[in-house]
T-cell receptor
Framework: GQQVMQIPQYQHVQEGEDFTTYCNSS?????IQWYKQRPGGHPVFLIQ?????EVKKQKRLTFQFGEAKKNSSLHITATQTTDVGTYFC???????????FGGGTRVLVKP | DGGITQSPKYLFRKEGQNVTLSCEQN?????MYWYRQDPGQGLRLIYY???????QKGDIAEGYSVSREKKESFPLTVTSAQKNPTAFYLC??????????????FGAGSRLTVL
């Protein structure tokens, strides 16, 4: 079955630094979504990417969908303490099908 | 405010007991889902329902049961057959974007501990 892997599992970042987390699927995806879960909270939708090579930005967050639609990345610039949490990617092989989540990247920020 | 309400927030259960977790949404979403999250891990799909009176097994359905008698409600029963039920359970509903993909809105979750 479809598998979605995220690396790294943990990311310790100094406040103000940049970092990138990666998401890789074993199959070609119709679309990929990113969610953020704050400590003790529930996942909240951030963004969806649909087109091959698509790049979207949300303030300091840049999301990218690979050309082959099998991988994605999230780059955070000038990390802040508000960025703490776990970032999940989720994809499906066919639009409208059930999503498969990656294991998440847990981000810890050192002030 | 529209949203998803899960109850109870915390639940303790003795081994061998069935428990039912409630999930209610007033978003008028057609599809609803149950996910399980273990510490430090991702979300695994238990069951999902795309319309009333219909539901499908997800990746880890064994030991769980659901019903979908109303559009707003999708309760999950954790049965005694579930060998390792201690976990954080998340209910979600979805709306279809123009691209056809479903974006999930999650409830606050129910944390089940088996003693």
């Amino acid at each position: 079955g479809q598998q979605v892997m995220q690396i790294p599992q943990y990311q310790h970042v100094q406040e103000g630094e940049d970092f990138t987390t990666y998401c890789n699927s074993s199959t070609t995806l119709s679309n990929i979504q990113w969610y953020k879960q704050r400590p003790g909270g529930h996942p909240v939708f951030l963004i969806q990417l649909v087109k091959s090579g698509e790049v979207k930005k949300q303030k300091r967050l840049t999301f990218q969908f690979g050309e082959a639609k099998k991988n994605s990345s999230l780059h955070i610039t000038a990390t802040q303490t508000t960025d703490v949490g776990t970032y999940f990617c989720a994809g499906d092989e066919a639009a409208g099908n059930k999503l498969t989540f990656g294991g998440g990247t847990r981000v810890l920020v050192k002030p | 405010d529209g949203g998803i309400t899960q109850s109870p927030k915390y639940l303790f259960r003795k081994e061998g007991q069935n428990v039912t977790l409630s999930c209610e949404q007033n978003l008028n979403h057609d599809a609803m889902y149950w996910y399980r999250q273990d510490p430090g891990q991702g979300l695994r799909l238990i069951y999902y329902s795309q319309i009333v009176n219909d539901f499908q097994k997800g990746d880890i359905a064994e030991g769980y049961s659901v019903s979908r008698e109303k559009k707003e409600s999708f309760p999950l029963t954790v049965t005694s057959a579930q060998k390792n039920p201690t976990a954080f359970y998340l209910c979600a509903s979805s709306i279809e974007l123009g691209s056809g993909a479903n974006v999930l809105t999650f409830g606050a979750g129910s944390r089940l501990t088996v003693l």
